[in-house]
């Protein structure tokens, strides 16, 4: 896929990979701080999850209701070959430091543990071609009262040129 | 001394009241403020239980303040009224004007009075309890009066208004929360837009006696209008939304309909949906009539998987081009002379 129209390809398989996946959607929307007594919410396109998975660069702010959320943020980091371009894409794990601490750790590791195994995959790729490879993660603090991780995600994507040569 | 001169010693004797000044004045303080409020101090005012849609109360009262010297305590008045009246987030009507019970009542024993502040506008939304647009007269105090109203994004203004609102507390108040959103404008063509940011029920509370009574304050955010939900025509915010069943198929022996059991109308790509047919016939029947379905699968965006005990299966092709498409099933009863149809559109993740 070319030009910009990658992002929007790469974020909806993003965004449906973890709205599919139970174990994701139950860290995001329980807040017990017992993994092992977690409800099950439903998964999928109507999941109650849905609203705390974003496709662009989200925080919440000070006013917002307390939750969990994934957000995302593109980048290209170099693009001269016309054909080939790698692209970065940012995950960011932003959890309410009020339930940050379940007994089996904490919500943003945890969450980001899950991203890292959907996503950081060589052979059967969610999108891109060659893998997608973990470039960098940070723990950091989004805003007053809720911190996470960025992690730093990389793959190569068609550039313009690739859509002549078909 | 005996002991009845001990008594004696001991009291206080008064020295100008008789005693029973206290009883005379009591026993008529109440009737003559009746008295008072049929003469021409008093005025007929309709006295609501904390919602406009609910049967007022008709009754004499005394308005006081009524002239007011500056533009702030135009909105602050006091009601006189019989005790055991008043309650704190009741509505009174009067002269055409919506106004709110704001302070807790108390009575001096021969009236009752509580402070009163002008609804200076009604908002509009759709009731978390029944679904229906509801009216509530509100008032409102700018929080950023000294403010541009503006806020500097990065490529862009938008509007930054703060407000401070106070409706009273009831059972359908109370279930609006942060993130609630409502039209709050006197223009009607390009209104604004407001976001419920902090909602506090308890600092105008009337105390754990009168539950509940007293107001709720919320803090609100202007945000932007969206044209997709948002209706200018009702001024209700979040108005449009899709119903769960499409156009029901009306006939002489009875009524077919389609429900869309996930509730919403839509169809994420890759993924499936249910779609119940319901026959519902005009009188007795012993057995339902036949029925046909038939679909516009929209050049394959979708396709029908099943169809089992009346339960249309409906999955969405896997290809993110087809977003924006709409489906359409069609259920016909040729026997009642029916047709029902509904329309799914596709979406993305």
Redesign the interface.
Known sequence: MAHFLTFVDEKETLRKAFLEDQELVDLLMNTGNNVAAFEHFSTGSKSPAGKRVKKHFYVPGTTSVDGNFISMRGHVAYADSNVIKRVDLTVYIICNEDQMDLLQGSRADLLADRVDRLVNNWSDTLFGYGGIRLLSADEVQFVDGYSGWEIAYTTCERNMEADRIG | MSEESKKWYRMTRPLFNSGYEDDEFFAYGQEGFLEQLDTALGMDVLLYDKRIDAKPQKLRAIVQSRTADTFNSADDRQILCPIGTLHCGQYVRFEGGWWLVAGIPGNNRIYEKAFIWKCRHNIRFLSPVTGKVVEYPVVSENSTQYGTGEENKTQMTVGDDQHLVYLPYNEETIML???FRFIMDKNRAQPSVFRV??VDPVSYAAGEEAFADGLIQW?V?ETQFNEATDNREEMVADFFRREQGGEPGRGQGGTVALVDL?G?R?L?V??TKKIRVELTPSGETEALPAYTLSYDLADGAAEVTGVEDGVITLAAAED?KNVGKTVTVRAAVEEWDAEASLEIQI???
């Open positions: 929360d942060n993130q940011t902090r803090s955010i996930d919403d839509l994420t890759g993924e993110t979406v993305g993740w």
